[in-house]
């Protein structure tokens, strides 16, 4: 079985702080993507990354950064964070060529105070 | 640029009875289709997913989708729900032979009553 660990299922963080969500999977996929999830809204793409320090804009990158060192773990930053990134964060790794399919850690719910 | 709509954002039954959960995308490409779980403080598990060949899909926990290409759709369906199938679910779609991106619906809450 695919499994993708995110590092914090709750974090609560003040306005202003550097934060770091980590990732990590242990299938050798080769693609891995940071989702932000809100109400109504559904899953968001903020930066997706298809090897080792390569990444690629997603959707909504403003305020954010990613880091891929390594193949298995794939990080996102908030280099500022601020109350309105208080969310559910989503991690998710595939495998080139398998079809597209995402597989997607437990996530990550961040407060910003 | 293609994109999924889930056409109820809520959807409410009663144990036992038969649910459907609706989903169109468009796309100038041929596509992967997906159907997602998410149980309350979990991540997204995967139901079921067309690649190709038959259009009717089968998944997990009792559930199946049809893809219907003349109607650009992809629906959810089970034909007796159970209080444990209370989640939200979400549809989502991916270009073939391109980016291995996937584009998600908003999601549909489904709420089982006894």
């Known amino acids: 079985d695919v499994k993708v660990t995110q590092s914090s299922r709750y974090l609560v963080k003040r306005t202003g702080e550097k934060v770091f969500l980590e990732c990590v999977q242990d299938?050798?996929?080769?693609?891995m993507f940071w989702y932000r999830q809100d109400p109504g809204l559904g899953l968001r793409l903020i930066y997706f990354?298809?090897?080792?320090?390569?990444?690629e804009k997603g959707d909504i990158p403003e305020g954010y950064s990613v880091s891929r060192e390594k193949k298995e773990r794939f990080s996102l930053i908030l280099e500022s964070a601020s109350t309105n990134q208080t969310s559910m964060y989503l991690c998710?790794?595939?495998?080139?060529?398998?079809?597209?399919?995402?597989?997607f850690g437990a996530g990550t719910r961040l407060s910003v105070l | 640029a293609q994109s999924v709509t889930q056409l109820d954002s809520q959807v409410p039954v009663f144990e036992e009875a038969p649910v459907e959960l609706r989903c169109n995308y468009s796309?100038?490409?041929?596509?992967?289709l997906f159907w997602y779980v998410q149980y309350p403080n979990q991540g997204l598990q995967l139901l079921l997913k067309y690649l190709s060949g038959s259009t009717l899909v089968k998944g997990i926990n009792g559930f199946e989708a049809e893809f219907n290409k003349s109607q650009t759709s992809f629906h959810l369906r089970k034909p007796s729900v159970h209080i444990s199938d209370t989640a939200e679910y979400f549809c989502?779609?991916?270009?073939?032979?391109?980016?291995?991106?996937?584009?998600f619906g908003k999601g549909t809450k489904l709420t089982v009553n006894p």
């Open positions: 299938m050798d996929h080769e693609n």
């Open positions: 989502a779609g991916g270009a073939q032979g391109g980016s291995e991106k996937l584009v």
């Open positions: 796309s100038s490409v041929s596509v992967y």
């Open positions: 990354s298809y090897d080792v320090k390569m990444k």
């Open positions: 998710a790794s595939s495998l080139v060529g398998g079809g597209n399919v995402q597989y």
